[in-house]
């Protein structure tokens, strides 16, 4: 055999080429787009339509869904706890998960065993957690007000999913408790990867455990942390299931969130023109809180890798 003989490649018919990987994609670009592209664009349709379907109504009204929506009381009211439960939500959950977090990544006897225990909340279905606690907080029952008289806090049993202030504070209580062992992993995980050297040559330097926190640790989880951010922040304006099952929006309307009231005004009242406006609303507050957190958090990086390809590019 000639040495210098390249080998023959069957290049196979060139027609065949482009068709095959076109016909490989097709399903799943037709299940993404029946699925998801189509659905989100019927509903932006709909957000300019006054869509009623008690009323068998159905007319162009172009901005007047959005303009009834902002002069609405019980919007800008869902709007404002909706804010406030997200903003409360996502502050405890990083601040108990990176410091659970910090307490697991040392070690001790039984470490395996507690991270097993902590995914448990995590890992439970958002319906059973919703009852258990709606449970918990019973009136009558409940596993709260039991601890509560027994410690000597409360003379009596009390309605904490009755009272505005007690039912918003509970919902708030049971999200967090759920959602705080998601950033427990996400943060062991990205501790899990910083060089230990690193802490050892801060407390050669006389560092302590707060500042090797903050120099050491803080900068290199941050874009776990800008992660974490952003999910959780999302997940916490789509709370659906609890105010569902604990509070059904009440009492007057303190735990009414936005997608709760989303789901009231197409699927109750029918209004999916209106309801489809809410929905795009709820959209764009989730894109510009995450636009905020990408330049706050990622601002100094950004500009530093920016700089550092010019520096590059005049090289």
Known sequence: MDANK??????????NGGKLPIALITPSMLIIFGVLIFPIVYSLILSF????????TLEWVGLKNY?????????????????IFTVI??????????????????????????????IL????????????????????????????????????????????RSAFICVLVANIWKETPYVVLLTIAALA??????????????????KSFWTITLPLIKPVLLILLITKTIWALQTYDLVYLMTAGGPMGYTEFLT????????????????????FTLSIICFIMTIIYIKVFMGDDGSKRSSRRKKGGNV
């Open 121 to 164: 909340p995590w890992a439970l279905p958002g319906v059973v957690n919703a009852i258990m606690w709606k449970w918990i907080f019973n009136a009558n029952y409940g596993a709260f007000n039991a601890l509560m008289t027994q410690l000597g806090f409360i003379d009596k049993y009390q309605a904490w999913l009755a009272t505005p």
């Open 49 to 56: 339509n006054n869509l009623v379907l008690k009323d068998n």
């Open 193 to 210: 990867n910083i060089d230990k050297g690193l802490y050892e040559a801060a407390s050669i330097d006389g560092a302590g455990g707060w």
């Open 260 to 279: 709760y009231m989303i789901q009231k005004t197409s699927f109750k009242y029918l209004k999916w023109g209106y309801g489809s406006a809410m929905a």
């Open 6 to 15: 390249k080998p023959r490649i069957n290049k196979g018919n060139p027609s």
């Open 67 to 83: 303009i009834d929506m902002f002069a609405d009381a019980n919007w800008r009211f869902s709007v404002k706890q909706t804010l």
């Open 89 to 118: 939500s996502v502050f405890c959950e990083i601040v108990i998960g990176v410091a659970i977090a910090l307490v697991l990544n040392k070690e001790f006897k039984g470490r395996g065993f507690v991270r097993g225990i902590m």
